[in-house]
């Protein structure tokens, strides 16, 4: 039996582990268990249910995020603030097998959340925002980035199979008789990297244009 003493970060720090080889579909407190050489009942003690061991995985995952963010100087403008802060937690995210979907929709455990959160509407407020149209802008561009990654890591590869992503000469194929659909394939699913920045971009001039009085 194990000898470290069990708690709910540990948990959740083998769970994050696991998840890269199983993903979120077969992550359970059952294999966890067996990676921490316990009995699934104990892990009970910690976690009334999986969405509870999510909640804390992903308060884990925000937790090593906002280190990277202490370790770092924050831009001066705004925009490129905005944007750094989103491609962050874009890398963040993709360290993780579905780690968008851990990510998305949880409840944080703790106030690991405030400090960064407090940091960038101070950021978009100096810069001339309100403080309801930074909380919009921020909400707008980190929405963006969730649903981005949760789309890339649907598309494969995946890790565990090593299945590749969209076919897109298939694709193509399917759709000859709807030739802006079928071309379109490269721009949405192609190019993962330089999508992200181009989608960005979109989201933090149209915040400029619409949010900032």
């Given at each position: ?61 925000l937790r090593r995020m906002a280190a990277d963010m202490q370790a770092s100087d924050p831009p001066a403008d ?136």
């Open positions: 039996m194990a000898t470290e003493r069990l708690d709910r970060i540990r948990v959740a720090r083998t769970a994050l582990r696991l998840l890269n080889e199983v993903g979120l579909e077969g992550l359970t407190l059952r294999a966890i268990a067996k990676e921490l050489d316990v009995k699934a009942p104990a892990l009970y003690w910690h976690f009334k249910d999986k969405q509870a061991l999510l909640d804390e995985m992903a308060t884990e995952m705004w925009r490129e603030g905005l944007a750094a802060a989103m491609r962050s937690l874009r890398e963040h995210l993709l360290r993780y097998r579905d780690g968008a979907k851990v990510y998305s929709g949880t409840h944080f455990t703790d106030m690991s959340y405030a400090e960064p959160m407090e940091a960038h509407l101070r950021m978009l407020t100096g810069a001339g925002f309100t403080p309801a149209a930074a909380a919009r802008a921020w909400l707008t561009a980190y929405s963006y980035t969730i649903g981005y990654v949760i789309e890339e890591q649907a598309m494969g590869p995946d890790p565990a199979t090593g299945a590749e992503g969209y076919d897109l000469a298939a694709r193509a194929e399917r759709l000859a008789e709807y030739p802006l659909a079928a071309a379109a394939g490269e721009e949405m699913f192609a190019g993962r990297d330089a999508g992200f920045e181009a989608g960005l971009a979109a989201v933090v001039a149209g915040v400029g244009a619409v949010l900032l009085g």
